[in-house]
């Protein structure tokens, strides 16, 4: 049974930083690409990041470039995202996911094929 499990969320200061760690079991994922996405309350998922298997191509929001940083350990079957001067804005459940068909990372969430279960992300002072 294939898992993507995230974790590393929790409550934040404006300004301060968290990294999200999502672990991959099942299959491995070395050669796919990732990603991971954001649901805020009422609103709906939003791409975040991306990133191809080798790390080499990596894709962000607007609302996030500068700030956020994704990164892969493949002998770890894993993906992070650093998220620096965070934002309440940023305020959400953050997924990860991982694409099974195709080289390129992709922003949209159609193209990705398994899906965590997300990890709580809360900016508030």
């Known amino acids: 049974q294939v898992q993507l499990v995230e974790s590393g969320g929790g409550l934040v200061q404006p300004g301060g930083s968290l990294r999200l760690s999502c672990a991959a079991s099942g299959r491995t994922f070395n050669r796919n690409p990732m990603a991971w996405f954001r649901q805020a309350p009422g609103k709906e998922r939003e791409f975040v990041a991306a990133?191809?298997?080798?790390?080499?191509?990596?894709i962000y929001a607007g609302s996030v470039k500068g700030r956020f940083t994704i990164s892969r350990d493949n002998a770890k079957n894993s993906i992070y995202l650093q998220m620096n001067s965070l934002k309440p804005e940023d305020t959400a459940v953050y997924y990860c996911?991982?694409?099974?068909?195709?080289?390129?990372?992709?922003?949209?969430?159609?193209?990705?094929?398994?899906w965590g279960r997300g990890t709580q992300v809360t900016v508030s002072s």
């Open positions: 996911a991982a694409r099974i068909d195709g080289t390129y990372p992709r922003t949209s969430d159609v193209h990705y094929d398994y």
């Open positions: 990133i191809n298997w080798s790390a080499e191509n990596t």
